[in-house]
């Protein structure tokens, strides 16, 4: 014990043998210390390594000299599920991890290292004519697939297909103590990653974990053939009971791949973005998915025809022939007519067109900060939750005035059973590392920025907390637990005294990302 390196001579010769795949610089410090909105402790070293067996030779001289160690994928956290909160903490990036390793079309599944994006991981299977169920958030372009299996993740495919997690055949994780771990059939021996069950379900252990058990290296996930024919719908309805009812009604009957769901508010901050017609981008995009006639209907159209006072629905519908998406059609409008009237289907196109350009809207239109708080409920309880929020908004109202807050609602359904319920706060402040890296420059340009706002900051602080419990006051479920929504308090106490001791198997120190599912 007495030769131990300290952590800073372990970083100065990991700096000798990686080069520049480990990171000292002040500035790149403090980028990796930030993520969507706030910022962390400041950290000892950054490692990006390019190979799982490098990674884990790290992992284990850093947690001997007991030094935190926190995986990061794409960065798109906004619940510091990988800021420090201690130090020394050295944080991996992943992006290095970048191979789609197999694609095996035969055996149904992709075998991907953990710092492949879902914007590369989609290029590479459209090569095939194939995808994966669960094939990214909106923030695809930088969101990796550790990233996503590690916080929980929906959307693309998520209506049909589930969450993130639902994808997943296997895994390879990095533990505290160096060692390689194969969860799924991969863990048998001279088996492949094609199948996740062969006794418990050791799998399920590590989705969700925020990466407190361990740094995912690899992931297998499950084929399917592209779907051949799709269509889109769009419906307005004048109450949330409304929307809430035609959510509940589409995904009971699993008829689409994405929902996406606008309360008044989030359409008007929306119409406040540059208009379709103008969206050069979204337009030649439209056009390449959908051809010429497409794009002049959206340059003839635009966001007019929505009522910016109603509650708005967007689907897209897959099927395997046009008989198949007809009657999906079909079905759908049948669903939905007791509750909205259809409109123009305009936004799910672009939508579809444009699947991963979301990095632009983590700020609003005139450079606001901006800060989501969602809840997964069932069905049944979407309603109740949605009017208990506007109860809590009506009665903060004087203070959102007065430090210029507002929030609009995102709502879309996970499977058949769930309904996630997402508002987002808005106030105006200063833009931090991440926001001046990740959006575009032209961007930025464009809607400016208000300048540090240290009562506001406060103000969507204090509002954010109030927001998730009252969440948590309905039962809701989360994605991203990160260090903010609460996971203990409550919790079954046998539940957690298993995962407690799954943690100290694995991180006897308690050193891989401590302070989430806190």
């Known amino acids: 014990m007495g030769n131990m390196l300290s952590p800073e001579n372990i970083i100065a010769d990991l700096q000798s043998r990686w ?52 995986a990061r994928g794409g960065g798109m956290s906004y619940t510091s599920g990988y800021l420090a909160t201690q130090q020394p903490t050295v944080l991996v990036d992943t992006s290095g991890l970048d191979k789609v390793v197999d694609i095996n079309i035969e055996d149904a599944y992709v075998l991907v290292e953990a710092g492949v994006t879902w914007q590369a991981l989609q290029q ?24 996503a299996l590690s916080q929980g993740s929906v959307f693309h495919g998520s209506a049909r297909y589930g969450s993130s997690a639902d994808s997943v055949l296997g895994l390879e994780v990095v533990t505290a103590a160096g ?48 779907h051949s024919h799709i269509d889109y719908l769009s419906w307005q309805f004048e109450r949330a009971d409304q929307l809430m009812g035609a959510m509940g009604a589409l995904a009971r009957a699993g008829l689409a791949s994405e929902t996406a769901a606008f309360d008044p508010s989030l359409s008007q901050i929306r119409m406040r973005r540059a208009s379709l ?40 519908l897959e099927g395997d022939s046009a008989g198949e998406i007809a009657a999906r059609v ?41 800060a989501p708080i969602h809840a997964i409920v069932p069905h049944s309880r979407s309603t109740e939750l949605f009017n208990a929020l506007q109860t809590l908004f009506a009665a903060e109202k004087p203070t959102m005035d007065a430090h210029g807050l507002f929030i609009g609602t995102l709502m879309t359904t996970v499977g058949a059973q769930a309904t996630l319920i997402e508002p987002c706060i808005y106030w105006p402040d200063s833009h931090n590392a991440f926001h001046v890296r990740t959006v575009d420059a032209d961007h930025l340009a464009k809607i400016g920025c208000p300048g540090e706002n240290m009562a506001s900051r406060a103000a969507a602080d204090a509002l954010k907390r109030k927001i998730a419990d009252t969440m948590r006051a309905h039962g ?41 599912l806190s």
Request: glycine share 10%; aromatic share 8%.
């Open 330 to 370: 079909e079905k759908a409008r049948k669903l939905v007519a007791a509750f909205g009237h259809e409109v123009e289907n305009s936004v799910p196109k672009v939508m579809a067109a444009n699947p991963f350009a979301a990095k632009n809207a983590m700020l609003g239109s005139a450079g606001e900060r901006w």
């Open 124 to 147: 590479a299977l459209d090569a095939k004519g194939v995808r994966t169920p669960y094939f990214g958030p909106m923030s695809g372009s930088h969101a990796t697939v550790g990233g």
């Open 19 to 70: 080069g520049n795949a480990v990171i000292t610089d002040a500035t790149e410090l403090d980028y990796f210390a930030t993520d969507v909105y706030s910022q962390g402790e400041p950290l000892l070293a950054v490692l990006r390594p390019t190979d799982a067996k490098q990674l884990a030779a790290a992992v284990a001289e850093l947690t001997a000299a007991g030094v935190v160690v926190i």
């Open 476 to 516: 809701a479920a989360n994605f991203q637990i990160g260090k903010f929504y609460t996971y203990r308090e409550g919790r079954d106490p046998v539940a957690l005294a298993l995962l407690d001791a799954i943690k100290q198997q694995l991180d006897p120190k308690g050193l891989m990302n401590p302070g989430v």
């Open 179 to 226: 060692e390689i771990l194969r969860t799924g059939s991969a863990a048998s021996g001279n088996a492949t990653p094609f199948f996740r069950w062969h006794g418990p379900d050791l799998t399920g252990v590590f989705l969700g974990d925020c990466g407190m058990l361990g740094i995912k290296v690899r992931a297998s996930l499950r084929l399917l053939p592209k």
């Open 277 to 316: 017609s103008s969206d050069v981008k979204s337009l030649g995009n439209v056009i390449k998915k959908g051809g010429l006639l497409q794009g002049l209907k959206l340059v003839t159209k635009g966001r007019d025809f929505l009522d910016p006072d109603l509650f708005t629905l967007h689907i897209t």
